[in-house]
Structures are given as C-alpha cells and as structure tokens.
C-alpha cells in the first residue's frame, strides 16, 4: 500500500525554573506567523538530518540562550488538529535548570524570552498548556523516586532549600525532621565546610548533591524513594 504524507515533526520544551520558594516556567514570544506576539513554549521544526535530542537543544539555545543539563521526553502530541498551520506532531521535552545561571537571550523565532510564574502564566499559543499541565504531573511525580530537584538548585544550597523546594512542587507540608532523616540517610547529599545566613535565623551549612555517588549506587541497586504523608 502506497502511503502519502504530508506531516511535519517539531519539538516542544517546558523548561522549569525554581527561584525563593516559587517554581517558573520558561517561555519565548513568537515574532513570525499566526501566533506573532503570542508566548509559546520554546521549540520548532526538527531539521532533516537532526536527532530529536538536537533538535530541542537547538531550540533552547536559539530561542532562549539556555543550555539545559536535565532534559528528558515527556510525550508526543498529534492530535490532527493542533496547529492552524497544517499537520504537525511535536514530541515534547521537559528540563530543569538553576535560573541564577542564565541570561536569557532571545533570537531567531523569538522576539522575547522570559520566565514565568507557574500560577501566572499569560495565554499561551497551541496546545502548549495542555504540554504544561502533564509536565507539571511528570515532575512532581518523579519528585518522589530520582533526585531530579537538585538540578534546580544551585550547586551548594541550605538544607531549607531542599525542603522548600519540595513543598513547593508538592503543594503540600512536609515533616522536616523525617524528610531531613531520610534524605540524609541515601549517602548523596555531602555537608561543605560553608555557612549561609538564612533569613533572621542562624547561619545554616550548605550542602551539595554527588551525582557520581549516585551514579555508583544505581548500578547496586538502589532505589531512591522519597513518601511524604
């Protein structure tokens, strides 16, 4: 059977963000066509001769300046009728950077670039709140069995910043002590010799997360679950 196409293949990106107690999401402003003026998700065409992995890449870098060490695929998304330009399935990513480390810098498709409160988004173009809403679940799912938090988190971080970090996403209270206990108790979290002033409290210890630890012992085995009540 002869088989006719006419489909083109694009990637989407949720990149979030997670600065003082607040979780962001990225989003550029279209500077050509139907959505001109509109904020959309970072993303585009995939190239001929490109890796969907590159291609999202590009995009970021281009349309934002952003680099992002964390970044996985989320879902495909081809409902026939998502976008006004003709037949185009996107395979959506989502990625967790440190906003601290970035200047955005808008280019090529984009005209802006910006990050945006997760409770405050503006109208976006294309079913890209519906991509929105499912990385919003993928993420605070993982939350509770792979490390994904501290790659919104500076390199060094009082432990309070875990802790909050966690709530935030969670949208819920979390026992201090026994998430402190617990995550603790993995081996990955490492105590630096440095101190913070946290707020009118005392100066607090800053920690830092060994990757490579963690590395070690998936190869063993292990298995990070974190059950919060």
Do not use: C
């Amino acid at each position: 059977m002869q088989v006719q196409q006419n489909i083109k293949l694009a990637v989407d990106a949720v990149v979030f963000g997670y600065q003082t107690n607040h979780l962001y999401i990225l989003l550029v402003k279209q500077r050509y066509g139907i959505n001109k003026n509109k904020w959309v998700l970072p993303g585009g065409f995939v190239l001929d001769k490109e890796s969907l992995d590159d291609a999202v890449a590009r995009e970021l870098q281009e349309e934002a300046g952003l680099s992002v060490n964390y970044l996985e695929q989320l879902y495909t998304f081809g409902d026939v009728h998502r976008d006004k330009r003709g037949r185009v399935v996107s395979v959506a990513y989502f990625g967790l950077v440190d906003p601290n480390k970035f200047n955005l810098q808008a280019d090529t498709d984009a005209s802006e670039a910006q990050w945006f409160l997760l409770g405050e988004l503006p109208t976006v173009g294309y079913d890209h709140q519906d991509i929105i809403s499912l990385a919003e679940k993928r993420l605070s799912a993982k939350l509770h069995y792979q490390p994904i938090g501290f790659d919104l988190l500076p390199k060094e971080f009082p432990f309070s910043d875990l802790e909050h970090l966690y709530k935030t996403i969670l949208g819920k209270e979390i026992d201090r002590r026994n998430f402190r206990k617990k995550m603790l108790s993995f081996g990955i979290l490492e105590e630096t010799n440095k101190i913070k002033k946290v707020g009118s409290g005392r100066p607090a210890k800053l920690f830092s997360f060994n990757n490579q630890k963690y590395q070690e012992l998936l190869k063993g085995g292990f298995l990070f679950e974190i059950k919060l009540v």
